[in-house]
Nanobody, 118 residues
Framework: QVQLVESGGGLVQAGGSLRLSCVAS????????MGWFRQAPGKEREFVAS????????YYTNSVQGRFTISRDTAKNAVYLQMNSLKPEDTAVYSC???????????WGQGTQVTVSS
């Protein structure tokens, strides 16, 4: 079992930055990947970024490419999402997820609210 706890959300003006953190507890994470997803009001949840645990390779959705950076600290069993040049359309609940094997995300955090004001 893996428990994921996010932190770091908040209210920021457009153009500002936030850093989200996600710590995995329960066991040392050695799965396939960890990722960030977001869900805006009235919209479906969408993929934001992921990091393949064995290689460190990163992947981003087009709308955040060049503005967001996903990174990890294996010693802390943590993954981070540095968000720069934030836009109002980035406003959403951001959730961390862990994939044990390729093909699905098996564990989810509770989410953290990010609000970007114009």
């Amino acid at each position: 079992q893996v428990q994921l706890v996010e932190s770091g959300g908040g209210l920021v003006q457009a153009g500002g930055s936030l850093r989200l953190s996600c710590v995995a507890s329960g066991r040392t994470f050695s799965g396939f990947a960890m990722g960030w997803f977001r869900q805006a009001p009235g919209k479906e949840r969408e993929f934001v970024a992921s990091l393949r645990w064995s290689t460190g390779s990163t992947y981003y959705t087009n709308s955040v490419q060049g503005r967001f950076t996903i990174s990890r600290d294996t010693a802390k069993n943590a993954v981070y999402l540095q968000m720069n040049s934030l836009k109002p359309e980035d406003t959403a609940v951001y959730s961390c997820a862990a994939s044990i094997t390729a093909g699905a995300y098996n564990y989810w955090g509770q989410g953290t609210q990010v609000t970007v004001s114009s």
